[in-house]
């Protein structure tokens, strides 16, 4: 059914979380085998309060994560999406991954709705640095600030402009896809059923069941979301 509502439809979003980069060697959070919230507790690491009180642990745990993002690189299934958005086959990306790797790919209407591990910015004056520094090992600002990456850390608030931008785009879907989210993270689990309500179908791409299949038209748990997309592409 994806392919015939993919060609029907006038207006497809699609909505990826971190299954969308595992193919590309970056782990995800919650896969029962390798997801990293198997193995450190989010709260403790990816929180304002560990960037207070447990600086040193918080700085060794996001340099590994930009050290991934820097060495590895978007696969197949990312080039396809910024080939469909380019052919119009659809409309934007809504994005709760920090990687960059959409538009590293070519997708220009992203909206990443957790930030990115593409760059830092100073706690304490906000200047703005590349997220090499990390990889330099400068853990500072000039002005003796700690550099942080600039994703939205449990118990921050998105980022507006992301956050409006992925509201309208959900709300004129009248396609929506869900590729590789367990969608159990508030607000963004919350744009698919914003599609849905707006009229969209709703079709959910991920290898173990999420919070909202109940609310899908379709679910595709059985595919590896590369493999699925380029199936797709032949026959688009
Ligand atoms: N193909 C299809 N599904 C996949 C693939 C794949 N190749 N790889 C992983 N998955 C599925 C997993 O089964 C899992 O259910 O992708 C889902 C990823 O879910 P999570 O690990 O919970 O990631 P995500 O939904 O993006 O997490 C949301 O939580 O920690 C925060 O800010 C972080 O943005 C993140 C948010």
Redesign the pocket.
Known sequence: MLKKWLDEANYTVVFT???MS??SGLP????SNQ?L?RQKD?SEI?STDALNTNVNEFIEFYRERVLGVKEYLPHKGHYILAEWEKQSNIQSIIT???DGFHQLAGSNRVAEL?GTLQELHCQRCGKIYDSNEYVKKEYHCNCGGVLRPSI?LFGETLPEEAFQLALSEAQKADLFIVL??????TP?NQFPLIAKESGAKLVI????K?EMDLYADQVVND????ELLQELNISI
Not at 28 to 31: A, K, L, V, Y
Not at 180 to 185: F, P, R, T
């Open positions: 979380g971190a299954g595992t193919e995800d959070f919650r896969s997801g919230w989010p990816a709760q991954n920090v957790h939205v590789g989210s367990s969608l159990s993270v963004a791409v991920n290898q173990e999420t595919r590896k979301i590369g």
